[in-house]
């Protein structure tokens, strides 16, 4: 079957020293196209060079929210060249992270040495991104933690991309997943929203409100986005990995990777098979189907 890794950092160090295992996993499991997404300056380069070595790698250039605060003042020359590189870039990972500011610990070492910046200044660098996505009609990747509020405010009045957006990793409300949707906004689902706990159960109690108090070994978070994702409409549905962040639960890894020198487990891209499955499952319908739906959204999205 093709699948397609809709977001995903594969020229990420982390995954460096294992590439020819990664890549060679990836077609084992079927992955046609995967959209690679730069999130600084410092690492547009590397995307541009793995597209360059691998035909499935589909780039995509953008500044995130968590390095607003440590751009240049040339990052939109640099970041309109990076886009020229390539006639198929995408435009991404940008987008708006309230985390970051409110909830992250301040000796994250996820943050180190990043200045974090203020919600005023993330909404300034990523209006300017997404104008430039519209005035490109290029698809956009989006990341949103703990801002759904003002990134659904700026959406409706932004002149946006007319082939659509993309909302990576969706974990907003499920009662907006509408309101994006009729703004053009596809979703992807990540495999670490799943529970260790068999999907089989979980669904059928999804589906009888009278139990869901049943649901006792999974985060209130993970069941909220799992509930959001069974209400996607199935024309704006797509699947992605955020390799090497986001592994799934243990008990579900099907491929994994050696720690990093920190000693933490990457996520290995080929698990976007078992991503698929799952998520066919939860949506109560067949894999087969499932994989042309995405397949069919991904282009409409990407090509």
Known sequence: MNLYDAHNHYHDAWLTPHRARVFADLASVGVRRAVVNGTCEADWPDVTALAREFSLVHPSYGLHP????????D???????????????????????RWILDRARPDDPRLAGLRRAPLAEQLDVFSWQLALAAERNLPASIHCLDAFGPLHDLLRVA???ARGFLLHAYSGPAELVNNFADLGAYFSFNGSFLPPAPLKTICHLLNDKDQCHLIGDIHPRHLRRLVAFRQVPADRLLVETDAPAMRLPAPLEKYSLPPAGDGSLPNHPANLAVT????????????ESLVTQVESNFFRLFS
Do not use: H, M
């Open 66 to 73: 968590w390095d607003a605060g440590n751009r240049s003042p």
């Open 276 to 287: 698929y499955a799952a998520l066919a499952e939860l949506r109560g319908v067949g894999l």
């Open 75 to 97: 990052w939109q020359r640099k970041l309109v060249a990076a886009l020229d590189t390539d006639p198929r870039a995408a435009l991404g990972e940008i987008g708006l992270d």
């Open 159 to 161: 002149k946006l991309p």
